[in-house]
């Protein structure tokens, strides 16, 4: 007994300590989130003369047309269905390269044709988030050459390989009203900083579970 808790004691901790810390870091998250959505819309000037650190989750305007290149995100659900995340390319007119998030679509409606957008020039407005991983694969893909792409994660790096050294480093997540958006389904965080805490607080009951059952068999008699 006295081994089992040495043992799993420690990680127990560790483990509730770490929701914890994950919990704080999602509360730092969604009160930027909200923070800088709640701010003037600014548009590609005053992008270029904002701090990097300041552009989180503010709300954009751009002027310029979507690109042909296309990235479908897989296995995205929403409403117990399944679908894509549509991500294309768009060049603005200040001859900057973003890939825009589109939104959700279900795989029954699903049709690439009818996803183009015509190439004019127009107008856009979504929220500046940061480019990381989006998607989850569990082997490494060999992707296809031609466009579009069919993914199972996407990243800035394989992004940035395929779209040359100029894709910005942030992803527009495309307002419903913009022309091209799909069903938007992205958040800034996928669990809300309470499911954290409830973890730990289940890791830390475990370690007092735990430390309960070493006195107790510790001073029970044979």
């Given amino acids: 007994m006295t081994a089992f808790f040495v043992f799993f004691f420690p990680i127990l901790i560790y483990l509730g300590s770490w929701q914890v810390s994950r919990g704080l870091e999602k509360e730092v998250i969604v009160s930027q989130h909200y923070e800088n959505k709640s701010l ?15 552009l989180t989750y503010r709300t954009i305007n751009l002027n310029g047309y979507f690109g042909a290149e296309s990235y479908f995100l897989d296995n995205r659900l929403y409403m117990q269905e399944a679908g894509y995340e549509v991500f294309t390319t768009f060049e603005s007119s ?9 939104g959700w679509i ?3 409606d699903f049709n690439y044709q009818g996803l183009a957008i015509s190439d004019s020039e127009l107008s856009i407005q979504g929220i500046l988030s940061p480019f990381k991983r989006f998607g989850l694969s569990l082997a490494n893909e060999i992707l296809e050459q031609d466009w579009p792409k069919y993914v199972q994660e996407l990243d800035y790096a394989q992004a940035k ?6 894709l910005n480093n942030s992803v527009i997540q495309l307002s419903a009203g913009s022309i091209g958006a799909l069903e938007p389904i992205w958040k800034p ?9 409830g973890y730990a607080v289940q890791w ?7 430390i309960c ?5 510790g001073f029970k008699k044979d």
């Fill in 189 to 197: 965080i996928e669990l809300k900083p309470s499911r954290h805490y």
């Fill in 213 to 217: 059952s070493f006195f107790h068999f």
């Fill in 94 to 102: 200040g001859d900057k390269t973003f890939l825009v998030n589109r």
């Fill in 106 to 108: 279900s795989k029954e």
């Fill in 40 to 54: 003037p819309v600014i548009n590609e000037k005053e992008m270029d003369i904002t701090s990097a650190d300041k």
């Fill in 161 to 166: 390989s395929d779209l040359g050294e100029d």
């Fill in 204 to 210: 830390f009951g475990l370690a007092l579970v735990l």
